[in-house]
T-cell receptor
Framework: TQLLEQSPQFLSIQEGENLTVYCNSS?????LQWYRQEPGEGPVLLVT?????EVKKLKRLTFQFGDARKDSSLHITAAQPGDTGLYLC?????????FGAGTTVTVRA | NAGVTQTPKFRVLKTGQSMTLLCAQD?????MYWYRQDPGMGLRLIHY???????AKGEVPDGYNVSRLKKQNFLLGLESAAPSQTSVYFC??????????FGPGTRLTVL
């Protein structure tokens, strides 16, 4: 059983559309991270959110941490083909990260 | 400055064979991790180390052993490979901040 549940599992949209990926848990984390992974490579960190209710923006990407620090969302505005990839959320407790199963995002030109 | 490197990139084993995966880092990071990634299951932690000479079990440690004799290297061993260990293996490092830096992965197939 995954500690972190991501939804949806797959998402295919047209260039220019918006999308949201969700990451939910019944556990509290000291921080939550979002990574992006491209085929044949390791994940790369996009953002870390630490405070409940925190919102961070990275160009067209907006990340939100839930008030209770149990859930998070990633919103992409006006998606581009370069946003295609596997998006992973990860919750930190002690020295370790627990990862969600990931959301595969495909943006069609 | 290579960051995190993994050797080998690909390997095919027969059931019962043994092998060692090597992770090397040149970032002087204290923490190192071994994960496996399977379709639909995300990354699962196998073992980790909080410093030279230390190791600890993660979420799925059975069938694997690790050693951290030098700070820059973290070895993952499979003593008797099983088909269930077919996976992509990632090594990662972390300093005292939150970001983990991942290697490019090792794709292992056990027949």
């Amino acid at each position: 059983t995954q500690l972190l549940e991501q939804s949806p599992q797959f998402l295919s949209i047209q260039e220019g559309e918006n999308l949201t990926v969700y990451c939910n848990s019944s556990s509290v984390f000291s921080s939550l991270q979002w990574y992006r992974q491209e085929p044949g490579e390791g994940p790369v960190l996009l953002v870390t959110v630490v405070t409940g209710g925190e919102v961070k923006k990275l160009k067209r990407l907006t990340f939100q941490f839930g008030d209770a620090r149990k859930d998070s969302s990633l919103h992409i505005t006006a998606a581009q083909p370069g946003d295609t990839g596997l998006y992973l959320c990860a919750g930190k407790r002690d020295y370790k990260l627990s990862f969600g199963a990931g959301t595969t995002v495909t943006v069609r030109a | 400055n290579a960051g995190v490197t993994q050797t080998p990139k690909f390997r095919v084993l027969k059931t019962g064979q043994s092998m060692t995966l090597l992770c090397a880092q040149d970032m002087n990071h204290e923490y190192m991790y071994w994960y496996r990634q399977d379709p639909g299951m995300g990354l699962r932690l196998i073992h980790y180390s909080v410093g030279e000479g230390t190791t600890a079990k993660g979420e799925v440690p059975d069938g694997y052993n690790v050693s951290r004799l030098k700070k820059q290297n973290f070895l993952l061993g499979l003593e008797s490979a099983a088909p269930s260990q077919t996976s992509v293996y990632f090594c990662a490092t972390r300093t005292f901040g939150d970001e983990q830096f991942f290697g490019p992965g090792t794709r292992l197939t056990v027949l």
